[in-house]
């Protein structure tokens, strides 16, 4: 009689473990390299986002020493990065003109051309305008009466639906779009 010398074959829980030391060690290192990864990509989105807001334009305007001997209607840049002008345009009546309120006023406004000791500074497509500094667009100094005027003027015309309008960029391309009689800048695409 031949005695059985075979073996039974050895299953995996009878032999080696699946999970050994080395299986488990190196798994840890992956996961631990995943989570660094995240991180890492979250950490970037978050200091991008944080690079944009440090040069953010914030346009503003409107009138300044009313009713004083030295009225302004102004642009103000109150934001920490440049404003860069890429439109102008002045809408009244159905009509859009490219051009900047005061332009405007000296070709159409009837009076316009009466009021003295008026001084300018042109807005333009490509103006830069620096962060935290003002534009004095439409400036009268040393007389309270061609201040009331300027003031009389321009409320009539916004009244009667004027609507100034810069559209500008920071930097990174990001655009906005201001108007006169509004609060804050609109985001555009």
Do not use: C
């Amino acid at each position: 009689m031949e005695e059985n010398t075979e073996q039974a074959p050895v299953t995996q829980s009878e032999g080696k473990k699946f999970w050994n030391t080395e299986k488990i060690v190196s798994l840890a290192a992956v996961l631990i390299s995943i989570g660094t990864l995240i991180v890492l990509i979250y950490q970037t989105n978050l200091m991008s986002k944080q690079q944009r807001l440090s040069v953010l334009p914030y346009l503003t305007m409107g009138n300044m020493g009313t009713y004083t001997p030295n009225y302004k209607y102004m642009i103000f840049n109150n934001g920490i990065g440049p404003a860069f002008i890429e439109k102008i345009e002045v809408k009244y009546k159905g009509n859009t003109y490219p051009y900047d309120l005061y332009v405007f006023l000296a070709e159409h406004a009837e009076g316009f051309s009466q009021i003295n000791n008026l001084f300018y500074s042109n807005l333009a497509v490509g103006t830069l305008i620096p962060a935290q500094t003002k534009v004095e667009h439409i400036m009268i100094e040393d007389s309270t009466e061609d201040g009331e005027k300027l003031h009389a003027l321009l409320s009539r015309y916004f009244e009667e639906g004027l609507s100034f309008e810069i559209t500008y960029r920071s930097i990174y391309d990001e655009k906005w779009l201001i108007k006169n009689g509004e609060v804050a800048p609109l985001e555009v695409d």
